[in-house]
């Protein structure tokens, strides 16, 4: 479901500013749509303009749009100055933005694509919460979501997904030791871990290889793809007064697969 088909669940999001990385498509524009819908101030980042383009104008409400390679953290620190300098403040994050090398077995996977995956999952999470953190502390509130996998809790179930599975395992380290270092403070740190989501990455797998696009869903005990919807609706609710108490631990949104 659409967040335009729902109401209005998080007052307390009205006015606030969110920003989310990678949300010119997938899950995270579902999860721009939706802070939009609740009322927040969205910024989105990624790298290309064209498609940022396209992404606001399918966002009703208050949202704008920053160039930032998140795993650059000369950019992110950018990223972070420009949006208080539009809105002053900081609410919400929710770190979603990641690119990576050329997946290979471990034996075979060359240097350059194994620091390009880390770099473009890991890093780049870390470098959004080294600014992030610093300015929400300022208000003395505030969330950040990182967005894992549940290939941060297993090995990944093909060949050549070792440096993927590798980043997001960090992710959830990163998440949950920054989480245990800021739990007084006032900000509350926590991850999602989707499983096999119906976005445009996944979709060209399907399209590319039919057996192993059966074999995916095979693997989700519901039946079916999650979607990019059901995915942001999670990351608002850790975002809300209602996850007031959730830190640190993900929220696994799977289907089932790692029950």
């Known amino acids: 479901m659409s967040p335009a088909t729902l109401p209005r669940r998080y007052p307390e999001m009205e006015g606030k500013v969110a920003l ?3 949300g010119t498509s997938g899950i995270g524009l579902a999860t721009a749509q939706a802070f939009a819908h609740e009322g927040a101030i969205v910024v989105i980042a990624s790298r290309e303009e064209k498609r940022a383009s396209a992404a606001l104008k399918s966002i009703q409400g208050q949202a704008s749009w920053i160039a930032c390679d998140v795993s650059d953290g000369k950019r992110v620190e950018k990223l ?3 949006t208080l ?5 900081l609410d919400y994050a929710f770190n979603n933005g990641g690119s990576g090398g050329a997946g ?3 034996g075979k996977m060359s240097e350059e694509a194994w ?3 880390i770099d473009g999952f890991l890093t780049s999470a870390f470098l959004c919460m080294r600014h992030q953190i610093p300015t929400m ?3 003395g509130a505030g969330v950040i979501v990182n967005n894992s996998s549940v290939d941060g809790l297993r090995g990944y179930p093909f060949p050549g997904g070792a440096a993927y599975a590798a980043a997001k395992h960090g992710v959830l380290g990163l998440t949950r030791s920054a989480a245990l270092e800021y739990a007084k403070s006032g900000l509350r740190i926590t991850a999602v871990c989707p499983g096999w989501i119906d976005t445009p990455p996944i979709t060209s797998f399907v399209k590319k290889d039919a057996k192993l696009g059966e ?3 095979a693997q989700e005990p519901i039946g079916r793809l999650g979607t990019a919807a059901e995915v942001a609706n999670g990351v608002l609710w850790l975002c809300s007064d209602a996850a007031s108490f959730m830190l640190g631990s993900p929220l696994v ?6 029950a």
């Open 80 to 82: 972070i100055a420009a």
């Open 115 to 117: 620091r390009k995956t």
């Open 215 to 217: 074999s995916i869903v």
């Open 104 to 106: 290979r077995p471990v």
């Open 85 to 89: 300098d539009r809105h002053g403040k």
């Open 253 to 258: 949104l799977d289907g089932g697969y790692m």
């Open 137 to 139: 502390l300022k208000n």
């Open 20 to 22: 989310v990385t990678g």
